[in-house]
RNA sequence: GCGGGGGUGGCGGAGCGGUCAAACGCGUCAGACUCAAGAUCUGAUCCCUAGUGGGUUCGUCGGUUCAAAUCCGGCCCCCCGCACCA
C-alpha cells in the first residue's frame, strides 16, 4: 500500500522541521498545554493503549489547527516494582518470565540472534526501562503523534528525582505527610511485601486483608487467645475450640503469655508483636481445662476438628446460638464418652433476634439435615445466617450496653470497648490461602513508620470538592465517579521498601510509591529543558520554590544552580506560560486514584488558578467482542498497526467507531470498512490534484457546496466539544457519502470538488494527519508549509442552503418510489411518467403549516370541500408544521434530474403529462409525486 | 456489600420526548462487472401491501404525556471500581 511510504515520509520531515516543538511565545496566540499519562514501560504497548494517545493526539492537533501554541509532550514511568519484578524474575531464570519477553522481543527484533542477549541484559531494570521507551518512542512516532519529544525523561532520572523530593518537602510542610502503620501481603520466607503481581493468582482470585478482633480468654496456661471477625458474637460464647491435633504454642507476646497455633504466632511476629516461643505443645494437652472469658465466665476448653490452625489463630470461641459449625461440633461432642458429660450442660446462648429463628444455628442445622461437623453444606448454613445476622440482627438485652442495637451498626463499638477493657487486640490475616509465585506462604505483616499521605487532612477535600465543580470532565457521566473517590479517599501509604523511582527524602530506607510520584510531573515537562544541563545535586528545593511557585528570587537560584539569571527568569516564565495544564486525557481506570490525585496533589501545592481545569477520559479497545490479554493471544502490539494497517486507517477506525465513553471494539471486518473509504477518499482527492479547479455553474454544485458547508460547520461544532466520532462520521463518512451522489449527479465534480478539497484535508488532518499531508503538498498547499500548522477552515453560513438540500432530498424520494414501485410491479418499465401535486394540497399544505388544527375549517374555501377536508385532515395528522415545509418547483427539479433516472432506470421519464390511464394524478402530493410505470 | 455504568434489529452499535422502523457499519439476499471466484459498484433486508398506507418492535411490568427507545417508579439481567497495583 502506498500510504506505507507516505506515512514514513511525513513523520520523518515532521521530526526534522520540529513542527511539534512550541516555543514560548509573547504573541497573542493562545497556548493549550495537553498531556496523557507516560506510559509504563515495563513491556508492549498495544493498539488498545494506543486509543488513549490517540485521542490525545488527536485534541493537540485539532489545537494547532485552531490557532493554539500546543505544548504535548511525552515521558516514560518507570517507578514502582513491576519492572524490578522481571528483572528479578530474569535473573533467577524464570522460565515464564523469559519466554514472555522473548515474546515481547520478537515484536521489534528482527534479528532473533540479538534477543537472547537482550533478555540478558535485562537483569539490570534499567535495561528493560531503557529498551522498552525506546521501542515505545518509536511506536508512538510511528502511529503520527505529534509530539514535543525534546522533553522526553523518565521517572528514574536524578533531576527528576529532586522534583519528587521538592513535592515531598511541599507536602511535608502543608501537613498532608503523616506516619503510622499499615498492613500489606508480606512473604514470611523472603521477608519481602508482595503485591498483586508477585502472588499466584492474585491477577484473578484477589487477595485482600482481613482484620480480626483478637479476644484473650486466660487460663493456667496464659491467655487463650481467640481471633473473630464477629467481636459482638462474644456474648454468646459457650466454650473454646481447639484442635487437638495440631501444634499449639505457649509464647511470650509483648509481655504476656499467649496459647496460639504454631502457624499464628509467626504472623503475629510481623505483625508488630514482639513474640518468644516458650513451649509447643499438641492441641489436645489444654482440653478439658476452664478459661475465663472477658466478661467473667468460665468457659471449658473443648476439641474441635473444624479448626484451622492456618487461619486466625486457632483458637475459637464457641457460640452454638449463632454459628452453625459451633452448634454442630456440639452436637457431635456429646457423644464423646470423654466430654459428653460436659457439653450436655451446655445451652446455646442466643443473643441476636432475627425474624423467622429462635436458635438460628440450632435450626438452620435441623432443617438442612446436617450429618456431622464435617458436612460441606455448614458453610452454606453459615453464610446464610451471617448474612441475616448482619442486615436484620439486632442485639437482645443479653449483650449489656448493645442491647437493642443492629449488628452492622455496632462492629467498631464493640471492639473499642474490648479494647478498653485491655481485653482484646487486632490480628490481620488474608482473605484467602495464597501462596507466592515463588511459592511461599501469603501471610499479613504490619510495617511500622510507614508514610502515608491523609486525604483527610483539615480543608484539602472541601477544597477538591469546590474545584471538582468548576472543572470540566468529559464525558460528563465520569464526574460522579471522581466525587465519590475524593469522598472515600482516605491515609494511602505512599512509600514503599520496594521499587524503582524516587527515594523518600526523609527516610532515605523507603521509595516514593509510584502513583504519588505522578500527580504533578506535568510541570516538569515545562521546566526540563532549563534543568537538563544542571546537575541534579544543585537541584535545592530552593530552585523549584522559584521556578513553580514564584517564591525566593532568581539571583538565588541563579547561584545555587549555575544558570545565569536570564535563564532562571526565563524558565519562570516558561511556567508561568504553560500552566496550568489545560487538559489531560486518559482512561476512565485511573479516576480511582491518579487522577484524583493529580487533582488533589495540585491543589495541596499550587494556587488554585493553576489546578487542572479540564479532563477527559476514554473507554478500552477490545477486540472481536473480546478483551485482549495476553493469555489469549489475541493482542496486537501499536508496532504492528504500521505494517498491517497503516497509522491513518488505525487512526480514523479508533476515532471513528465509538463514542470516548464507548468501548472500541477492533473488528477486522469493519476495519476493512474504514479503509475502503479511505481508499475512496484517497482516489478522489487523486482526481483532484489532476484537475483545475472550475466555477460553480448549476444547481448540484451549489448542493455540493452546501453540503460540504453544512457538514464543515458540524464537525467544527463537535471537535470542539470532544465528539470526535460524530465530528468524523459528518465529515468523513456522511460526505463520502454526498461526494458520491455529486459524482453520478454532476458532469465535472472533481473541478469543482477541488475548490474544497484543501478545506477537507485540514478539517481530517487531526485524524488522518500523513494523507492529509500528502495531498496538502499535491494540492499545492505545501507552499504554505505543513497541514498540520494550517488554519482551520471556518464554514461560510452563507453557501449552506436548505432549499438546494430539500430539492436533492425530493430527487432521491422520487427516485426511492420508482425504485419501490417497479420491485412490485416486477418488471422493467419502457416509461415513466410522473405527475406532480396540484396547486391548491400546497396552498392546503401551507395553510397547515401556518393554522395548524385551525386549518380545517377552510375547506369550504376549496374546489372540492370534500377532498380538501381529507387532504387537511391528513396533513394536521402528521403535524407537517414541524418541519417547517418550503414549496419545490417538483416539476423543473425532476427536469434537472432528467439524467441520473434515465442512467438509474433505463426508462424515459415524463412529467405531468395528460396521458394517464390509471388515474394516478389525483394521488400525487407535495414531495410526493404520483407515478405510473408503462 | 458499597459505589458507578449499561440492557435497542441476525450482529456491533447510533439515537436520549415528536422529522424513528430507528444513523453508520457487519452479515444476508438480488442485480451489474467477470470465463469463474474474489474485490468493487447498485439496490433490498421487522410483517402485510403495484407505492407515498397499515400493523408489531427498543430487558420487563406499570405510570406521566396529545406524543416515549427517549421522562418517572418497581422488577430481572450484564459489566466495571473498592486503595498500597501500574
Not at 473444624?306 to 454442630?328: E, M
Not at 505543513?786 to 488554519?791: D, G, H, T, Y
Not at 432528467?898 to 442512467?903: G, Q, V
Request: with cysteine; aromatic share 12%; hydrophobic share 40%.
Amino acid at each position: 500500500m502506498k500510504w506505507k511510504e507516505y506515512e514514513a515520509k511525513w513523520q520523518q520531515r515532521w521530526d526534522e522541521a520540529g513542527v511539534f516543538v512550541p516555543q514560548v511565545e509573547d504573541s497573542k496566540r493562545p497556548k493549550f498545554f495537553v498531556t496523557v499519562p507516560y506510559p509504563y514501560t515495563s513491556g508492549a504497548l498495544h493498539i488498545g493503549h494506543g486509543r488513549t494517545f490517540t485521542t490525545g493526539d488527536v485534541v493537540a492537533r485539532f489545537k494547532r489547527h485552531r490557532g493554539f501554541n500546543v505544548l504535548f509532550p511525552m515521558a516514560f514511568h518507570i517507578s514502582g516494582s513491576p519492572i524490578l519484578s522481571i528483572s528479578d524474575k530474569i535473573a533467577h531464570e524464570d522460565v515464564k518470565t523469559i519466554n514472555l519477553y522473548k515474546r515481547y522481543l520478537e515484536i521489534y527484533e528482527k534479528d532473533l540472534e540479538k534477543i537472547d542477549g537482550i533478555i540478558e541484559s535485562f537483569k539490570d531494570p534499567e535495561k528493560v526501562a531503557e529498551y522498552f521507551a525506546g521501542k515505545i518512542n518509536l511506536d508512538f512516532k510511528s502511529v503520527g503523534y505529534s509530539i514535543d519529544w525534546t522533553r522526553q525523561f523518565d521517572t528514574g532520572q536524578p533531576h527528576y528525582n529532586k522534583f519528587i523530593e521538592w513535592q515531598f518537602h511541599k507536602f511535608k510542610e502543608t501537613g498532608i505527610l503523616v506516619k503510622g502503620s499499615h498492613p500489606i501481603l508480606w512473604s514470611l520466607k523472603n521477608s519481602q511485601p508482595l503485591g498483586e503481581d508477585d502472588i499466584s493468582d492474585g491477577d484473578v482470585d484477589k487477595v485482600s486483608i482481613s482484620e480480626f478482633t483478637l479476644i484473650k480468654f486466660e487460663g493456667e496456661d496464659g491467655f487463650f487467645v481467640a481471633a473473630t471477625l464477629r467481636p459482638e458474637t462474644l456474648f454468646g460464647a459457650t466454650n473454646l475450640w481447639i484442635n487437638p491435633d495440631v501444634h499449639y504454642v505457649v509464647a511470650d507476646v509483648n509481655g504476656e503469655r499467649w496459647v496460639v497455633s504454631e502457624e499464628a504466632v509467626g504472623k503475629l511476629g510481623v505483625q508488630g508483636g514482639s513474640v518468644k516461643v516458650v513451649k509447643k505443645e499438641r492441641g489436645r494437652v489444654f482440653l478439658g481445662k476452664t478459661v475465663s472469658d472477658p466478661l467473667g465466665r468460665q468457659l471449658p476448653v473443648l476439641p474441635a476438628g473444624f479448626v484451622d490452625p492456618d487461619n486466625g489463630t486457632g483458637v475459637v470461641y464457641s457460640v452454638p446460638a449463632h454459628a452453625p459449625y459451633d452448634y454442630q461440633a456440639l452436637v457431635d461432642l456429646k457423644r464423646d464418652a470423654k466430654f459428653g458429660p460436659v457439653v450436655s450442660e451446655i445451652e446455646p446462648v442466643v443473643i441476636i433476634s432475627i425474624p423467622g429463628y429462635e436458635v438460628p444455628a440450632r435450626e438452620i442445622c435441623e432443617r438442612m439435615g446436617i450429618r456431622d461437623q464435617r458436612d460441606s453444606r455448614l458453610e452454606e448454613a453459615t453464610q446464610e445466617i451471617y448474612k441475616a445476622e448482619f442486615y436484620t440482627g439486632v442485639l437482645n438485652d443479653k449483650c449489656e450496653r448493645f442491647s437493642g442495637m443492629l449488628i452492622q451498626n455496632i462492629k467498631d463499638e464493640v471492639k473499642k470497648w474490648l479494647k478498653q477493657k485491655g481485653a482484646s487486640g487486632v490480628f490481620y490475616e488474608t482473605s484467602r490461602k495464597a501462596v507466592s509465585r515463588g511459592g511461599d506462604k501469603v501471610v499479613v505483616a504490619v510495617l511500622d513508620n510507614q508514610w502515608f499521605i491523609d486525604y483527610n487532612h483539615d480543608k484539602w477535600k472541601a477544597k477538591t470538592r469546590k474545584h471538582l465543580a468548576k472543572m470540566v470532565i468529559l464525558p460528563e457521566k465520569f464526574r460522579k465517579l471522581f466525587e465519590n473517590t475524593v469522598e472515600w479517599l482516605d491515609k494511602r501509604p505512599c512509600a514503599r521498601r520496594r521499587g524503582l523511582g524516587t527515594r523518600f527524602p526523609f527516610d532515605k530506607e523507603w521509595v516514593i510509591e509510584s502513583l504519588s510520584d505522578s500527580t504533578i510531573y506535568m510541570a516538569f515537562y515545562v521546566l526540563i529543558p532549563y534543568l537538563q544541563g544542571v546537575a541534579p545535586e544543585k537541584l535545592k528545593p530552593e530552585v523549584f520554590d522559584f521556578l513553580l511557585l514564584g517564591e525566593g528570587d532568581a539571583e538565588k537560584v541563579a547561584k545555587l544552580t549555575g544558570l545565569s539569571v536570564e535563564k532562571v527568569n526565563e524558565a519562570r516564565k516558561a511556567f508561568e506560560y504553560w500552566y496550568p495544564n489545560d487538559l489531560r486525557h486518559t482512561a476512565p481506570a485511573h479516576i480511582g486514584n491518579h487522577l484524583t490525585f493529580f487533582i488533589m496533589h495540585h491543589l495541596a501545592i499550587f494556587p488554585e488558578k493553576l489546578a487542572p481545569p479540564c479532563i477527559t477520559l476514554n473507554e478500552m479497545l477490545i477486540r472481536e467482542g473480546a478483551k485482549m490479554s495476553k493469555s489469549k493471544g489475541n493482542v496486537i502490539p501499536l508496532n504492528h498497526v504500521k505494517e498491517k494497517y497503516g497509522a491513518d486507517l488505525y487512526r480514523m477506525y479508533v476515532v471513528s467507531s465509538a463514542d470516548l465513553d464507548t468501548v472500541v471494539d477492533w473488528r477486522e471486518k469493519d476495519v476493512g470498512a474504514v479503509q475502503r473509504k479511505l481508499e475512496k477518499f484517497v482516489e478522489i482527492m487523486d482526481r483532484c490534484s489532476e484537475t483545475t479547479e472550475r466555477e460553480v455553474v448549476n444547481e448540484i454544485d451549489r448542493w455540493m457546496l452546501s453540503r460540504f458547508n453544512r457538514s464543515l460547520k458540524v464537525c467544527t461544532e463537535n471537535m470542539e466539544a470532544f465528539r470526535f466520532r460524530e465530528a468524523v462520521v459528518e465529515m468523513f463518512f456522511k460526505l463520502l457519502n454526498d461526494v458520491r451522489w455529486f459524482e453520478r449527479r454532476s458532469e465535472e465534480p472533481y473541478g469543482l470538488l477541488r475548490k474544497i478539497a484543501k478545506d477537507w484535508l485540514v478539517s481530517l488532518a487531526p485524524v488522518i494527519p500523513h494523507t492529509a499531508e500528502e495531498y496538502w503538498e499535491k494540492l499545492g498547499g505545501g507552499e504554505s508549509g505543513f497541514v498540520s500548522l494550517a488554519k482551520w477552515p471556518e464554514a461560510n453560513e452563507k453557501i449552506i442552503n436548505s432549499g438546494i438540500e430539500k430539492s436533492e432530498d425530493f430527487v432521491q424520494g422520487v427516485m426511492e418510489d420508482i425504485r419501490s414501485m417497479i420491485k412490485m410491479a416486477g418488471h422493467q418499465p419502457g416509461r415513466i411518467y410522473l405527475y406532480t401535486a396540484e396547486d391548491w394540497k400546497w396552498k392546503a399544505l401551507e395553510l397547515v403549516v401556518k393554522e395548524k388544527q385551525g386549518a380545517l375549517k377552510h375547506a369550504r374555501t376549496f374546489k372540492d370541500p370534500a377532498e380538501a377536508a381529507k387532504t387537511l385532515a391528513s396533513f394536521v395528522k402528521n403535524r407537517v408544521w414541524e418541519n417547517g415545509i418550503e414549496r419545490l418547483d417538483e416539476a423543473s427539479i425532476i427536469a434537472g434530474a432528467e439524467k441520473i433516472l434515465k442512467e438509474e432506470f433505463g426508462a424515459e421519464v415524463v412529467v405531468n403529462d395528460n396521458h394517464d390511464p390509471m388515474n394516478k394524478k389525483g394521488k400525487a402530493m407535495p414531495f410526493r409525486p404520483a407515478v405510473y410505470l408503462e
